[in-house]
């Protein structure tokens, strides 16, 4: 399998390697505490307070101050804090200090959550106040202009993680300077390190979280600029570290691999300037073109980082271009790392007002400063063939082939071969992509009319009419379509392999034997298929985990490999396994195989995809079908 292309840098970075060596070099030489007097503390403060002062240079934070946190979150909750236990002093002085919150609507959810978390702990009341953001995402200064007198603080990132949209801040200082606000301000600038100039002092900015892990430090370290004269609360008391600001024994091993970034951003070679990221933007964004011609940008480049991309393509979900972007090899994310586990879609683009398609089927590619030329390169390869693996038809090879179509909760059946394709009980919302599906193929889409069909004889003493089509006939009955191999004008029980539809069990029984594939219109115990004498125990299928695969495949020679994914992920990135290469068989048309794999019940087949989730459905399939021997494998072959 290919190497990994890392294009997820907004979620985070990788280690730079001075940073690595900086915190391996704090935890072996100079490992002490920075609070101890002797020697081996100090060395340990001098690398904190060399990383302090290269922190103040480069945000500019002139006489400010300077916090290191856990990470961004740590940084936010702390200004929160401090500016609702402020507004509580301002309030009791008799002071009036706004009634409200206000916040950008595209804001992470780390300054959201934390405003309401603190405003309902405290007792402040205040009243949270989202901002609109326009079409491109950026800050409606005319709506922040109607709230700045009454809000008590306003909370405006720097730059967007999911779209790269970089706010108009000087436009929002401006805003709150004309109306007089006495708002406090803060600005998360986790995206905005090492990408756009900073110079906190000279702004009228309170507050400014940052994060290391996304700018090539370790993960659990942080800063927070506070303005000079900003009020502070601390959030975290106890040994009186950072000054009583903010205790706890410092994370110096975190600490000194900052400190090496910030040597990097200040020494300036180790990353790309602006210009130079923006070309490389364009070179990507024109292998999404030619890889994906109806792809939309989400936001307009003039206005965004040039390492972030984020786009739809319409008829394909974000899920599927995920899938295949990982089956090449590519590292990618829909919207927020944070949200990737909820398949919901992206709040930051619905408040752009983008409709559903793009804001349900963004993707999201980030690359850090430190790409170079020779990465863009392999990056555009990559994309240009997950394109031509998205144009692979999986109506291939079937006679006749089955294949699922799901939608709203329904499973529709396409049962085609070379020359046609028949739609069984589409999902409405389907009908438009299995005709899409078919002309790509190459198939002519037939409707069962079953009016001047021939007919076939069945075990009920019934004449059902039927079509040909591969091997097979394909009979109609009430409720549903029977398929399986014909002979001399009859459709013997026996020689049915596939049941479609929602057949009459009584009838079922006289039609169909116990083996046959029954393809249900919903999911019946979880699943699409299963035969009629389905195992209904609480039994599971056997997992194997990716450290025993070996073992088991020498142990047995016979496995058969299964990959489970769709058909462009199997073309963008071919799976295999411990020198075995795996027979492809998409989850949507396991219903197919079940009969081939039933006959052969010793053989194990070993089920494999992404991260395991479709593998477990397809061995649990087979499983309750009766066979012994379906494995699949746990977390998939992102683990292996
Ligand atoms: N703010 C923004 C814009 C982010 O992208 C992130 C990270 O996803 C955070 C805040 C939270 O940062 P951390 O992971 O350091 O807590």
Known sequence: ???????????????????????????????????????????????????????????????????????????????????????????????????????????????????????RLLGTG?????????????????VLRDLASRAAMVCTMAANNETGVISDLDGIA?????????????????????????DLANTRIDYAPFSGHKLHAPKGIGILYVR???PYTPLMIGGGQEGGQRSGTENMAGIAALGAVLAALEEGTTFRTHAELATMRD??????????????????????????????????????????????????????????????????????????WR???????????????????????????????????????????VMQVSGDGRHGWIVFDEQTCVALDPPPGQIERIATLARDAGLRLVEFDAADRATVALDDGSHAPCMAIGGAVLARVPDGWLLGEAQDGRLPRT???????????????????????????????????????????????????????????????????????EAGEAAAGAMTLHGRVAHHVPLSRLAEYLPGWLSDPARPIVFVCRSGNRSAKAALCLHRAGHAQAWTLAGGLALA
């Open 359 to 401: 804001s349900g089927g963004a993707v999201r590619l980030s690359i850090g400063p430190l790409a170079d030329d020779a990465f863009v390169d392999a990056a555009c390869v990559r994309i240009r063939r997950c394109g031509e693996a998205l144009r692979t038809s999986p109506l291939a090879g079937g006679n006749p082939g």
């Open 283 to 356: 070179r990507l964004a024109a292998a999404l073109r030619d890889a994906f011609p109806g792809i939309v940008f989400n936001a307009p480049f003039e206005h965004t980082l040039p390492t972030t991309l984020n786009f739809a393509v319409p008829g394909v979900s974000s899920k599927d271009l995920l899938d295949l972007f990982d089956a090449a090899g590519v590292r990618v994310s829909a919207g927020s790392a944070c949200s990737a586990a909820k398949a919901a879609p992206s709040y930051v683009l619905d408040a752009m007002g983008l409709p559903l």
């Open 126 to 142: 205040l009243t949270l106040q989202p901002l609109p953001v326009d079409a491109t995402g950026r800050h409606r200064l005319d």
């Open 495 to 565: 020689a049915v392999r596939h049941v479609f539809g929602a057949i009459d069990a009584a009838r079922l029984a006289q039609v169909a034997h116990d083996a046959a594939v029954i393809c249900h219109v919903t999911d019946v115990d979880g699943l699409a298929c299963a035969t009629m004498h389905a195992v209904r125990d609480a039994s599971t299928p056997g997992q194997l985990h990716p450290d025993t695969l070996d073992v088991f495949l020498r142990r047995h020679a016979d496995a058969l490999l299964v990959d489970v994914r």
């Open 1 to 119: 399998m290919a190497p990994d292309l890392y294009l997820d840098a907004n979620a985070t970075s990788p280690v730079l390697p001075s940073a690595i060596a900086a915190a391996v070099e704090a935890m072996e030489a100079s490992f002490g505490n920075p609070s101890s007097s002797h020697a081996t503390g100090l060395r340990a403060k001098r690398i904190l307070d060399t990383t302090r002062a290269r922190a103040r240079r480069v945000l500019g934070a002139g006489p400010g101050r300077v916090l290191f946190t856990s990470g961004a979150t740590e940084g936010i909750q702390t200004a929160v804090l401090s500016v609702l236990c402020a507004v509580r002093e301002r309030r009791a002085a008799g002071e009036a200090c706004g009634d409200l919150l206000v916040y950008g609507a595209t804001e992470h959810k780390a300054v959201s959550e934390s405003l309401a978390h603190w405003n």
């Open 174 to 198: 401006r805003v709150l300077r004309a109306s007089g606000s006495k708002a406090y301000w803060m600005v998360d600038c986790v995206q905005a390190l090492g990408k756009l100039p900073l």
């Open 228 to 230: 000079d004269g900003a």
